[in-house]
């Protein structure tokens, strides 16, 4: 298993935040009178520092404007550059709180474009944890969140505080569950499999395996598997591509598309040279 420390990372950094996170800003009574802003419905992406990505999506449940399948990336350890320097990982039942909403407590009303999302409780970080967010339009905002590298990095890249901007997107569909599929070629008369498996609404990657025979005259033959975690994996973007961006997979690559099949390829250097790609293809076969 290639991913160890992410899920500790991802609940680390939750249990620092909510000791970081500011209170609401102060407002005026003139933003005050200004008639806060509603964003739009549906999925938003967020772009971060060194390839950091934040992805979610607006709803409106009984009446109200809530956030659903909230994906957030955040560093794995110091280094910032590279492979594998961040990882995606789930928040469940977490908050919004939209600009204008009165705050419980000795706080002033958030501004007309203030929002927050607060993630709620866990067995292993009790505290609530804040991010803290504005919008310059219904389309676009921003929001930040205190890096786990605050904490036991000496030396580090990233930047002490994580500032998302966000942007409201269509995202390709991508069903929750396992996906299976064949490699193919090139080299002519490789055979194998693959195995996929996606949570959070089609956002996130958390285990990725394949199994592979090489042709004559190598032969031989090869797998590996990147994961298995529950909550913890690589973001899918919107357009479906997972894999060869900044800080991701380096041993495979794909794109998930509209039409529900997922086309890749793999790193397969028991073949004969580094160079080697095979392709694969699969489709959803489970939940």
């Not at 956002?203 to 394949?210: K, L, N, P, W």
Request: hydrophobic share 40%; aromatic share 8%; with cysteine.
């Amino acid at each position: 298993m290639l991913r160890s420390v992410e899920s500790r990372r991802i609940g680390a950094v939750l249990a620092a935040t909510a000791a970081l996170a500011p209170s609401a800003a102060p407002t005026t009574a003139a933003s005050r009178a200004l008639t806060p802003i509603r964003p739009v419905l549906g999925d938003w992406e967020g772009t971060g520092p060194h390839g950091l990505r934040l992805s979610f999506e607006f709803v409106r449940s009984r009446g109200h404007v809530v956030a659903l399948d909230y994906a957030l990336g955040l560093p794995t350890g110091c280094r910032s550059t590279g492979g594998s320097t961040w990882t995606a990982g789930t928040v469940p039942r977490i908050e919004y709180i939209a600009p204008g909403s009165v705050l419980h407590g000795p706080f002033p009303p958030l501004g007309p474009t203030q929002f927050e999302f607060i993630f709620p409780p866990t067995p292993k970080q009790p505290i609530p944890v804040l991010m803290n967010g504005t919008f310059a339009s219904p389309r676009r905002g921003v929001v930040s969140i205190a890096s786990p590298t605050r904490f036991g990095c000496a030396h580090t890249g990233w930047p002490r505080t994580l500032r998302f901007a966000l942007a409201a997107a269509h995202r390709v569909q991508v069903a929750d569950g396992l996906w299976t599929g064949t490699v193919a070629g090139p080299p002519t008369g490789i055979t194998g499999t693959v195995k996929i498996r996606v949570i959070d609404g089609g956002r996130i990657e958390t285990d990725f395996s394949t199994s592979y025979a090489c042709p004559p005259p190598n032969g031989g033959s090869g797998n590996f598997e990147i994961g298995p975690l529950a909550t913890v994996g690589y973001l899918i973007e919107a357009n479906g591509a997972i894999g060869a961006a900044k800080g991701t997979e380096s041993a495979w690559s794909g794109r998930f598309a509209a039409n529900g099949l997922l086309s890749g390829k793999l790193l397969a250097p028991i073949c004969g040279s580094s160079t080697i790609h095979p392709t694969f293809t699969a489709r959803r076969t489970g939940p």
